[in-house]
Every structure is written in structure tokens, then in C-alpha cells.
């Protein structure tokens, strides 16, 4: 079974940073097309970051483009998300996901997905 552990949320002020974590465990795991959707209360989840490895194609949601980043480290097989400039508008529920191969991602393109990270941005 597919189990992605996302880490590195937290309360931080407006302007802060913050960075997001993500290990695959309980079995060998690599995907294709990894990536970070995030859901507000009430709204609708949105892929915010997402990478393609082959090639190294990136998605960004124009909410987010200039300020987070998708990366990763392949000794570590861990995926990243910083997060800079942060706004009261980012406060969500951020998951890391295993995306299907479409490309570019849609919000519904999700295969597998962790337990998600609170990140709770003040004004």
C-alpha cells in the first residue's frame, strides 16, 4: 500500500515561510508526476505545484507561481514544497500526491495522496 507522509506545516505570520515534506513509505515507491494540491474549507482542492521528472516539467497555480517552489531530493526521496511571500489566501490543508500521467495536471488527477499538512497563514 502506497503511504505518503507529508510534514512541515505550521502556523506562520503573512510574508513568512514555510516548507513542506514529503516521503513515500510502507513500500518502494517512485511516480512519474508528483505534486502538491491543497484544499480550504468550503473550496475546491487545487493542484498548486506539480512536477513531471521526466523532462522536469512544473506546474504552477497562477495563485502561487513566483512564490512556491517544487523540488525535490532523490537521495533522500523526499519532495518538497517551499512556500515563500505566504498569504492569509494560502491557508489550506496541503497533500502530497501521486499524479496520474496527464499532463498538464488537473485538480482531480490525484492517484494516491497523504494524510495532508495544515498550513495556517496570519495577517
Known amino acids: 500500500q502506497v503511504q505518503l507522509d507529508e510534514s512541515g506545516g505550521g502556523l506562520v505570520q503573512a510574508g513568512g515561510s514555510l516548507r513542506l515534506s514529503c516521503v513515500p513509505s510502507?513500500?518502494?515507491?517512485?511516480?512519474?508526476?508528483m505534486g502538491w494540491f491543497r484544499q480550504a474549507p468550503g473550496k475546491e482542492r487545487e493542484s498548486v505545484a506539480v512536477v513531471r521528472w521526466s523532462g522536469g516539467y512544473t506546474y504552477y497555480a497562477d495563485s502561487v507561481k513566483g512564490r512556491f517552489t517544487i523540488s525535490r531530493d532523490n537521495a533522500k526521496n523526499t519532495v518538497y514544497l517551499q512556500m515563500n511571500s505566504l498569504k492569509p489566501e494560502d491557508t489550506a490543508v496541503y497533500y502530497c500526491?501521486?499524479?496520474?500521467?496527464?499532463?498538464?495536471?488537473?485538480?482531480?488527477?490525484?492517484?494516491?495522496w497523504g494524510k495532508g499538512a495544515l498550513v495556517t497563514v496570519s495577517s
Open positions: 500526491a501521486a499524479y496520474d500521467s496527464s499532463w498538464p495536471p488537473t485538480n482531480y488527477g490525484m492517484r494516491y
Open positions: 510502507g513500500r518502494t515507491f517512485s511516480s512519474p508526476v
